[in-house]
């Protein structure tokens, strides 16, 4: 099976669960490890407010706030030498002399 699941078959497993099927059962017959239904199961858990963790929104959100930080960060460190280059370059106000 693929490595990652459409959130509808997701969504059929945690069904049957909530059924009353066991894991074994629900393994056995769509061919998906017992580690990765009790996954779902802990996430749907933590997502329905049954258990305490991070939401699946809220780690979505999170992983979208880094990456925007992590481009952030570059185009700061980018600016900043960009900023030093033309110091270099560009004499201070007042100073009729070229920097060297």
């Given at each position: 099976m693929?490595s990652?699941y459409?959130?509808?078959?997701?969504?059929?497993?945690?069904?049957?669960?909530?059924?009353?099927?066991t894991?074994?059962?629900?393994?056995?017959?769509l061919?998906?490890?017992?580690?990765?239904?009790?996954?779902?199961w802990?996430q749907?858990?933590?997502?329905?407010?049954?258990?305490?963790g991070v939401t699946?929104?809220?780690s979505?959100?999170l992983?979208?706030?880094?990456?925007?930080?992590?481009?952030l960060?570059?185009?700061?460190a980018?600016t900043?030498?960009?900023?030093e280059?033309?110091?270099?370059?560009?004499?201070?106000?007042g100073?009729t002399?070229?920097?060297?």
């Amino acid at each position: 099976m693929p490595s990652s699941y459409p959130p509808e078959y997701r969504r059929r497993v945690l069904d049957l669960l909530e059924a009353g099927k066991t894991v074994a059962e629900v393994a056995a017959g769509l061919e998906v490890t017992a580690q990765t239904i009790y996954n779902w199961w802990n996430q749907h858990l933590i997502d329905t407010g049954r258990k305490p963790g991070v939401t699946t929104i809220e780690s979505t959100e999170l992983v979208a706030a880094r990456r925007r930080i992590a481009e952030l960060e570059t185009e700061l460190a980018a600016t900043r030498r960009a900023n030093e280059l033309l110091k270099s370059v560009v004499s201070p106000k007042g100073d009729t002399r070229p920097s060297r």
